[in-house]
């Protein structure tokens, strides 16, 4: 699974976490709970087991949004495919095990009308975006690792 190259939008950004593999999996795998720790998003459903296949609704920035995860190897990578209202996503998500921690690398491309409309106001939007998913993953993950130290 690859990011569409021709899109628009097209933003790859990485941040290292300081708590256990096992905890920043569960933590962005946990789709359900998304709403309580990631300001942006408002409700999210899987829809039956975390699996390639699944599907997830959930709605971020006023969009409503339905997911499918296309790729899915534990504490590895998970990548899913996301369609709204003029646009389609694919996003995807990769996990390194360091010694002081969790390399967390996330790409993203939005391909449509909506994402060539919002080029125009701000070319940055999706390498923004990412920045602040990775900056509430980390908090989060983190905290529920309990101090912040591995």
């Given at each position: 699974m690859n990011v569409n190259l021709h899109a628009p939008l097209i933003a790859r950004k990485e941040i290292l976490i300081n708590a256990p593999i096992s905890q920043v999996w569960t933590t962005l795998t946990d789709i359900n709970n998304w709403p309580e720790w990631q300001p942006d998003v408002n409700t999210a459903r899987l829809e039956g087991e975390?699996?390639?296949?699944?599907?997830?609704?959930?709605?971020?920035?006023?969009?409503?949004?339905?997911?499918?995860?296309?790729?899915l190897a534990t504490h590895k990578k998970i990548g899913w495919t996301g369609r709204s209202i003029g646009m389609q996503a694919i996003h995807i998500w990769t996990f390194e095990s360091l010694e002081n921690g969790v390399q967390v690398s996330t790409q993203e491309s939005l391909d449509g009308w909506f994402p060539r409309l919002l080029k125009l106001f701000d070319r940055e939007f999706l390498s923004k975006s990412l920045t602040a998913s990775l900056q509430v993953l980390k908090k989060e993950a983190e905290r529920r690792a309990g101090s912040g130290n591995l």
């Open positions: 975390l699996a390639q296949g699944t599907v997830f609704r959930w709605k971020a920035l006023g969009l409503n949004i339905t997911s499918v995860i296309r790729e």
